[in-house]
């Protein structure tokens, strides 16, 4: 089992920026590509970024320039930094691990509130 813990939420007006954190535990071994979902009151949850475990990196075409996620494998931990934060923003974001061939994930945290005010 491998366990994700988000930190890193919050309030921020437009424009600002946000990092968030997710820290892996347990069968970290076993993970290769970790990713950031997002999903806002009403609407389904998408992908926002992922990260291969050599490094590639992809992005939903609404982040594109703003976002830029990272991987630092010695502290098990990825971040989403998050620039120029528009009101769409705002959702809870989760951090996702292990991408199965079904389209969905194995390895989900619980989540964290971002809010972006106009």
């Known amino acids: 089992q491998v366990q994700l813990v988000e930190t890193g939420g919050g309030l921020v007006q437009a424009g600002g920026s946000l990092r968030l954190s997710c820290a892996a535990s347990?069968?970290?071994?076993?993970?290769?590509?970790m990713a950031w979902f997002r999903q806002a009151p009403g609407q389904q949850r998408d992908l926002v970024a992922s990260?291969?475990?050599?490094?590639?990196?992809n992005y939903a075409d609404s982040v594109k320039g703003r976002f830029i996620i990272s991987r630092d494998r010695a502290k098990n931990t990825v971040y989403l930094q998050m620039n120029s934060l528009k009101p769409e923003d705002t959702a809870v974001y989760y951090c996702?691990?292990?991408?199965?061939?079904?389209?969905?994930?194995?390895?989900w945290g619980q989540g964290t509130q971002v809010t972006v005010s106009s």
């Open positions: 996702a691990a292990d991408p199965r061939l079904d389209g969905w994930w194995t390895y």
């Open positions: 347990g069968r970290i071994f076993s993970i290769n590509t």
């Open positions: 990260v291969t475990g050599g490094g590639a990196t």
